[in-house]
């Protein structure tokens, strides 16, 4: 029963490939989100969808691209990969508004391109 | 716009000591609410402490607490008697009523035997 589950924990692919990375939360939250953590454990934001709408598109390549089919989901596909993209991906969410204000984390995607 | 400043890249303490870990923030915001989020080499990010800007009490959470200082606009976070299993990446944030969490570039805690 875990909080926020995201799959593949290990990705390794070959540059110019496709891939997706899917994060699904059970907590019942409105507010989704994609980090990307780079080598030096430095914490990108990327996107935030509320409710499956974006509110949150920061510089980003077109080549991500993530898509919301409901509030419990939040899915990173990735065209065309390069090394760059080489990282730790993150999904999180939070319930905006209550008092008790907190981020969920997925236990991350290791992404590596060849 | 809002930031986050971890001063200390890289600490160390002995096992059973105390250790403080320093981070600064910036915002004009007056309600909002600050985290600390370690990280250890299993890549979890585990909420440590949370600490709301109005209230003026210093959270605690077993070992960990804040020092959190609303007009120096500072938190600091103190590890007493500190565990091997301390040993991790330290991140501040902060957020307010908007959508960010906004992180600092994070602290590497050793604990050494």
């Known amino acids: 029963d875990t909080a926020v589950s995201q799959t593949p924990k290990y990705l390794v692919t070959q540059m110019g490939n496709d891939k997706s990375i899917k994060c699904e939360q059970n907590l019942g939250h409105d507010t989704m989100y994609w980090y990307k953590q780079d080598s ?75 | 716009a809002q930031t986050v400043t971890q001063s200390q890249p890289e600490m160390s303490v002995q096992e059973a000591e105390t250790v403080t870990l320093s981070c600064t923030y910036d915002t004009s915001e007056s309600n909002y609410y600050l985290f600390w989020y370690k990280q250890p080499p299993s890549r979890q990010m585990i909420l440590v402490i949370r600490q709301e800007a109005y209230k003026q009490q210093n959270a605690t959470e077993n070992r960990f607490s804040v020092n959190f200082q609303k007009a120096a606009k ?12 301390d040993t991790a990446m330290y991140f501040c944030a902060f957020t307010y009523t908007g959508n960010q969490f906004y992180f600092g570039t994070g602290t590497s805690l050793t604990v050494i035997p």
């Open chain 1, 40 to 114: 030096k454990k430095f914490l990108k934001i990327m996107f935030s969808y509320n409710n499956k709408e974006l509110i949150i598109n920061e510089t980003v390549p077109n080549r991500f691209s993530p898509k919301s089919p409901d509030k419990a989901h939040l899915n990173l596909h990735i065209n065309s990969l390069e090394l760059g993209d080489s990282a730790v991906y993150f999904c999180a969410s939070r319930l905006r508004g209550l008092s008790n204000e907190k981020l969920f984390f997925g236990s991350g995607t290791q992404l590596s391109v060849l």
């Open chain 2, 74 to 85: 500072s938190f600091s976070l103190k590890i007493s008697d500190s565990q091997l299993g």
